[in-house]
């Protein structure tokens, strides 16, 4: 898999509670992309804490995609 929107840090804010995700800490993440010859694209992401999962996380990352 390659990602297209790459963090640049070990360093992550949760897209439910904006508080920091660190390298160790258990987590979720949700991706969107295309899938090519070569594989799957990620196009845009969220990465919450797994405590702070929910049920719109479907729709909190197709709203990202819709801002783009």
Known sequence: M??????DTS???CDIC?????????AIEALYGF???DG???????LIHVECSCGDLV???????EKN
């Not at 729709?59 to 995609?65: A, D, G, V, W």
């Open 11 to 13: 360093y992550v804010k």
């Open 18 to 26: 904006h508080q920091l995700i660190g390298p160790h800490a258990p």
């Open 35 to 37: 899938v090519s010859e």
């Open 2 to 7: 390659d990602r297209v929107n790459e963090p």
């Open 40 to 46: 799957f694209y990620i196009d845009e992401s969220i």
């Open 59 to 65: 729709e909190r990352l197709t709203s990202k995609i």
